[in-house]
C-alpha cells in the first residue's frame, strides 16, 4: 500500500490557472506591426571630418555675457533691455509653459484618478412602463452620492512613454526659448556694430566732401586763370556732388538701423534714436575651443533642441506600438443612491461596483498601423531635422572661422596700404610745401588716404561681425540643462 503525503496537494484557483490562456487569447486577437519600422539615425557628430575646418586652438567657449569683451557698455545695457521687453522672447516663454502645462498633464495620466459625483435629480415616473408602484405616475427626488476611483495597469508603457516624449518635448522648448535669446542678442550686436561701422564711413564720407569741395574751388580758380578747362572743373564739380550723395545715403542707412535696434529691443522707433554712437572695440583673439565637433551638440541650443525632438520621436513611436496591445483600467465605486432624501445614507441605498475594463483592438481596418507608419514619418523627419542642423553648426564655425582668417590676412595688406598712403600724402605736403608740386597732388593723395582708410575701416567691421556671428554659432555661452532665458 502507497504512503499517503500528510502534505494536503493545493492546488490552483481557476482564475490563476485561466489567466495564462486569457492574456494569450488577448494578445493573440490583437493587431500586429510587423514590417514597420525604420533604419535612420541621428549622425554622430564624431564621424564629421572637420579637424582642418574647425581645428583645435585650445580656445574657450563663449560666456553668457560674451559681448562684453568689445568693451562698450551701453550694448551690455541693450541686450538687457532687449532680453525683457522683446516679443519673440516672449512667444518662447509662453511655449515653455504650455509645454511644461502638457508634460503635468501627461504625469497625471500615470496615476490613480479619484472623483465624487453628486446629484439630486426631480422627474416624474411613468404610470405606463416598467416602474411599479408606487413609485409609477409619481414625482421622486432621486439622491445620488458615489465616489469613483480608477486606475490604468499600463502594462505595456503606453502612458509612460507619452509622459517621456512630452518631457523630452519640454526640454525642446526650453532650448528652443534658448535659441531665440541668442538669436536675439546676436542680432542686436550685429546691428549694433552696423550702426558702429556706417558711422566709421560717415566720418569718412565727411572728410572726403570736405576734400573734394577744396578741389572744386580750386578748379573753378584754375579755369577762371584760364590754366584749366570746364571739363576739370565739371569733373570736379561731379564727384563733389556724388561724395554728397554718399554722404546723404549714410545718413538714412543710419537712421534705419536706429529703427532696427529699436525694434529688436520691443521699442518704438524713436527709441532707436536714442541710442549713443557705439564704442565698440576690437575684441577677444579668436581661438576655437577643442573637441569642437562633439562638444557643439551640447552647446547649441538649435542641436539640444533638434536631439529632444528626436527623443519625443522615439517615444511616439513606443506609443503607437502599446496601441496595438489590451488597454486595462481597473475601475472602482462606491456611495449612496436612493428615491427620497429620507432613505439618502442609509445602509439600505447604498452602492459599490469594482472590476476592470479591458480593451482590446482587434480589427481596425488598419488604423493603428497607419498611426504606427506616420510616428515613424515624424520620426524620419526629426532626424533628418537633426543631422540637417548638426552639418550646418558646422559649415557655420567653419565658414566664420575662415572668413576672420580671411581678413585678418587682408587686413595686413590693408594696413600696410593705409600706411603707404599716409606716407605718400605726407611727402607730397612736403614737396607742396617747398614748390615742387600742385596742391592737386596733395588733395589726390588725401583722397588716396581716405579711400585706404575706408577700406581698413570696412575689414575691421567685417572682422568683429564675424566675431559676433562666430560666438552665436558656438550657442553664445548656452550648456545643456542650463535655464539662460531671463524671467519677468
Not at 52 to 77: I, K, M, Y
Not at 175 to 194: G, M, P, W
Request: aromatic share 6%; net charge neutral.
Amino acid at each position: 500500500m502507497m504512503n499517503q503525503s500528510n502534505h494536503a496537494v493545493k492546488r490552483p484557483s481557476p482564475l490563476a490557472a485561466a489567466l495564462p490562456l486569457l492574456v494569450s487569447a488577448l494578445l493573440a486577437g490583437c493587431a500586429n506591426y510587423g514590417g514597420i519600422g525604420s533604419d535612420k539615425h541621428m549622425t554622430d557628430a564624431a564621424t564629421l571630418v572637420a579637424t582642418q575646418s574647425v581645428p583645435a586652438e585650445q580656445g574657450r567657449w563663449p560666456d553668457t555675457d560674451w559681448f562684453v569683451q568689445f568693451g562698450d557698455p551701453q550694448l551690455a545695457d541693450l541686450i538687457r533691455e532687449a532680453l525683457a521687453g522683446n516679443p519673440s522672447l516672449d512667444r518662447a516663454r509662453a511655449r515653455v509653459v504650455a509645454a511644461a502645462a502638457a508634460t503635468e498633464g501627461a504625469n497625471a495620466d500615470t496615476l490613480p484618478h479619484v472623483g465624487a459625483d453628486l446629484s439630486a435629480t426631480r422627474q416624474q415616473y411613468s404610470a405606463a412602463a416598467l416602474v411599479p408602484p408606487p413609485y409609477a405616475g409619481s414625482w421622486q427626488t432621486e439622491y445620488r452620492a458615489v465616489a469613483t476611483a480608477s486606475y490604468n495597469l499600463d502594462l505595456w508603457g503606453k502612458r509612460r512613454e507619452v509622459l517621456r516624449a512630452s518631457v523630452s518635448n519640454e526640454n525642446a522648448a526650453r532650448a528652443e526659448a534658448e535659441q531665440v535669446r541668442l538669436t536675439l542678442t546676436t542680432a542686436l550686436s550685429r546691428s549694433y556694430n552696423d550702426l558702429a561701422r556706417l558711422y566709421a564711413l560717415h566720418d569718412i564720407a565727411d572728410a572726403q566732401v570736405a576734400q573734394l569741395a577744396s578741389i572744386e574751388r580750386f578748379a573753378r580758380q584754375r579755369v577762371a586763370t584760364g590754366l584749366d578747362t570746364e571739363v576739370e572743373s565739371r569733373t570736379a564739380e561731379a564727384r563733389l556732388a556724388t561724395a554728397r550723395q554718399n554722404v546723404k545715403a549714410l545718413d538714412g542707412r543710419i537712421l534705419a538701423i536706429r529703427y532696427q535696434l529699436a525694434a529688436l529691443l520691443g521699442q518704438g522707433p524713436d527709441r532707436g534714436l536714442t541710442i549713443a554712437r557705439p564704442a565698440l572695440g576690437a575684441g577677444d583673439t579668436v581661438r576655437l575651443p577643442d573637441n569642437l565637433p562633439v562638444d557643439l551638440v551640447s552647446r547649441r541650443p538649435d542641436l539640444v533642441a533638434a536631439r529632444m525632438r528626436v527623443e519625443a520621436g522615439t517615444h511616439g513611436i513606443k506609443v503607437a506600438k502599446a496601441e496595438f496591445y489590451p488597454d486595462i483600467n481597473l475601475i472602482a465605486a462606491l456611495g449612496f443612491d436612493a428615491l427620497g432624501f429620507g432613505r439618502f445614507l442609509t445602509a439600505g441605498s447604498r452602492v459599490a461596483s469594482a472590476g476592470p475594463a479591458i480593451h482590446i483592438p482587434i480589427f481596425d481596418a488598419g488604423a493603428l498601423r497607419a498611426q504606427l507608419k506616420g510616428s515613424y514619418a515624424d520620426f524620419e523627419t526629426v532626424v533628418a531635422d537633426y543631422n540637417q542642423t548638426l552639418i550646418g553648426a558646422l559649415s557655420e564655425v567653419a565658414t566664420e572661422l575662415s572668413d576672420i582668417r580671411s581678413i585678418d590676412a587682408q587686413l595686413a595688406d590693408a594696413e600696410q596700404a593705409e600706411a603707404a598712403s599716409r606716407r605718400a600724402l605726407e611727402l607730397a605736403l612736403a614737396q607742396y610745401r617747398t614748390g615742387l608740386t600742385s596742391q592737386l597732388t596733395v588733395w589726390s593723395a588725401q583722397l588716396n588716404e581716405l579711400s585706404t582708410s575706408q577700406a581698413v575701416t570696412e575689414l575691421r567691421m567685417a572682422r568683429r561681425d564675424r566675431q559676433i556671428a562666430l560666438a552665436g554659432s558656438l550657442g553664445g555661452g548656452y550648456t545643456e540643462g542650463g535655464t539662460l532665458v531671463a524671467s519677468r
